[in-house]
Antibody, heavy 118, light 108 residues
Framework: EEQLVESGGRLVQTGGSLRLSCAAS????????INWVRQAPGKGLEWVSY????????YYADAVKGRFTISRDNAKKSVYLQMRNLRQDDTAVYYC???????????WGKGTMVAVSS | DIQMTQSPSSLSASVGDRVTITCRAS??????LHWYQQRPGKAPKLLIY???TLQSGVPSRFSGSGSGTDFTLTISSLQPEDFATYFC??????????FGQGTKVEMK
């Protein structure tokens, strides 16, 4: 069974940093692109970042560009999201998701909660 | 950025009802449109990809159609486990990929 498990979310102060991890199992990790998607409390889904299989191609949403960095370690079957200069509007559940052939997301992890407070 | 607009934002329906949700893109996106179901407190689940292809394991009462700018998700006979929020997502060209705001299907 394909599975993704996020970790690293916690309460952090405004301006702080956090590193999220996404561990994969059940598929050949190095063959798939991975995305991060977030969901603020009671709100909709917002795509955050994308990384290709080798890490050579990376994209970010404008809202996080310059503050977040995505990376991956294919040997560890993991993707990371380094978050810096966190703001209150970064408060959300952060999901990682495997990317399908035409960039649909499946499966998703269960998510990890990031709360940014002053 | 491509804007995705879903309608309605919420609806009330009964078990057995036929339910239709629409999603409109701000520019043509061919068939790069995907649908997800999200139950409370859970991660989204892929239902349909590329507008009309049913994901493996998804019941056949779910169907999708459309191309260009207008798309629909139909549940032919609503079941108790279908009360959830549904999102569309476009993946046309390079990111940013965007989602509709969601449609909450509630029990009447």
């Amino acid at each position: 069974e394909e599975q993704l498990v996020e970790s690293g979310g916690r309460l952090v102060q405004t301006g702080g940093s956090l590193r999220l991890s996404c561990a994969a199992s059940g598929f050949v990790f190095s063959d798939y692109d991975i995305n991060w998607v977030r969901q603020a409390p009671g709100k909709g889904l917002e795509w955050v970042s994308y990384i290709s299989t080798s890490g050579a191609t990376i994209y970010y949403a404008d809202a996080v560009k310059g503050r977040f960095t995505i990376s991956r370690d294919n040997a560890k079957k993991s993707v990371y999201l380094q978050m810096r200069n966190l703001r209150q509007d970064d408060t959300a559940v952060y999901y990682c998701a495997k990317t399908g052939l035409y960039n649909w997301f499946d499966p998703w992890g269960k998510g990890t909660m990031v709360a940014v407070s002053s | 950025d491509i804007q995705m607009t879903q309608s309605p934002s919420s609806l009330s329906a009964s078990v057995g009802d036929r339910v239709t949700i629409t999603c409109r893109a701000s520019q043509p996106i061919s068939n790069y449109l995907h649908w997800y179901q999200q139950r409370p407190g859970k991660a989204p689940k892929l239902l349909i990809y590329t507008a009309s292809t049913l994901q493996s394991g998804v019941p056949s009462r779910f169907s999708g159609s459309g191309s260009g700018t207008d798309f629909t998700l139909t549940i032919s006979s609503l079941q108790p486990e279908d009360f959830a929020t549904y999102f569309c997502q476009q993946s046309y060209n390079i990111p940013p990929w965007t989602f509709g705001q969601g449609t909450k299907v509630e029990m009447k």
